[in-house]
C-alpha cells in the first residue's frame, strides 16, 4: 500500500511547487511509482514545473466529478519513467470537493502507486485543508523569513487538527550571504522557531529558477549538490513513514 504526503506552506513563493516536483522526480528516478496530485486550483503552476502544459486534456476536477476515470486524468511524465502527473484545474472550484474526495481518490492511487504527493494551495483556507485529505505526511516548506516561520507554525496546528501528526520540514531559499550580513535569521534561529522535524535544507541558487523556468526538475541533472540534497530528503521522508507504520 502506497503513503499520501501533502505539501504546505504559509505564504506563496517559498518554493513549494518546485519541491514538490524534485521531489517526486527523485523518487521515481529511485525506481518507485510516483503520483503527483496539483491541488491548487485556479492558480495551477505544477504542469510548468513538469513541462506538462501543452499535455493536459483532464484535471482532478474532472475526476473528483465523475466527468473521467483517474487513468484518463494521469499523464505520464515521459523524462522520468514511473513518475506521474494529474493537473489542477484552470478555475478555482473548491466547494465541489471535499477532504472525504481526496482520501477516496488516495485510497484508489495508494492501491497502484508507492507515493501520492499533493501540492496543496499556500495559506490555511479550505483548499488546503482539503489537499490533507487521506494523507499519511505532511512536508511544510518555509524560507528563512520571520512571517514565513511565524506562519507555518500556524499550517502545522491546521494540519494536526486534520488529523495530521506526520509533519516535517523543509527550509528553502537559505542565502549564506544574507545570513552572514544579519539580513535573514540565522539557521540556529530557524529550528528554534519550528521547533519540529527539519528533513533537509535547499540553499538560494539560480539554477533552480533556471530549470524551473524550462520544465525540467532540477534533480535531473545527476552528482550536484541539489540533486544529492533531493536525494537525503526522499530517504528521510521514507523512514519517517516508515517509523510511523511501524508505530
Known amino acids: ?21 524534485n521531489l517526486g522526480t527523485t523518487l521515481a528516478r529511485q525506481g518507485h511509482k510516483v503520483v503527483l496530485i496539483d491541488l491548487d486550483n485556479g492558480l495551477r503552476n505544477l504542469d510548468l514545473y513538469l513541462g506538462m502544459e501543452n499535455n ?34 484552470p478555475q478555482k472550484s473548491d466547494g465541489e470537493i471535499t477532504p472525504l474526495h481526496i482520501k477516496v481518490l488516495c485510497e484508489k492511487l495508494k492501491k497502484k502507486y508507492d507515493y501520492i504527493i ?3 494551495p499556500a495559506g490555511i483556507d479550505d483548499g488546503m485543508v ?14 528563512p523569513e520571520y512571517a514565513s516561520l511565524r506562519n507555518a507554525d500556524t499550517v502545522r496546528r491546521t494540519i494536526e487538527a486534520q488529523g495530521v501528526k506526520n509533519i ?28 519540529d522535524k527539519i528533513v533537509g535544507i535547499i540553499q538560494e541558487d539560480e539554477n533552480i529558477h533556471v530549470s ?5 526538475p532540477i534533480v535531473s541533472v545527476e552528482e550536484t549538490y541539489i540533486s544529492r540534497s533531493f536525494m537525503a530528503m526522499a530517504l528521510r521522508i521514507k523512514r519517517m513513514l516508515s517509523d510511523e507504520q511501524r508505530d
Open 1 to 21: 500500500m502506497g503513503k499520501a504526503i501533502v505539501v504546505a506552506s504559509g505564504k506563496g513563493g517559498t518554493g513549494k511547487t518546485m519541491f514538490t516536483a
Open 212 to 216: 524551473t523556468n524550462l520544465g525540467i
Open 168 to 195: 516535517a520540514y523543509v527550509v528553502n531559499r537559505i542565502d549564506l550571504k544574507l545570513i552572514e550580513t544579519g539580513k535573514a535569521p540565522t539557521f540556529d534561529e530557524v529550528v528554534r522557531d519550528i521547533r
Open 56 to 89: 493536459i486534456v483532464y484535471d482532478v476536477n474532472d475526476v473528483l466529478t465523475g466527468m473521467c476515470r483517474i487513468r484518463q486524468a494521469l499523464i505520464k511524465v515521459k523524462s522520468c519513467p514511473g513518475l506521474y502527473f494529474m493537473a489542477a484545474s
Open 118 to 120: 499533493i501540492d496543496s
Open 130 to 143: 482539503i489537499a490533507t485529505g487521506g494523507c499519511d505526511m505532511a512536508v511544510i516548506v518555509v524560507t
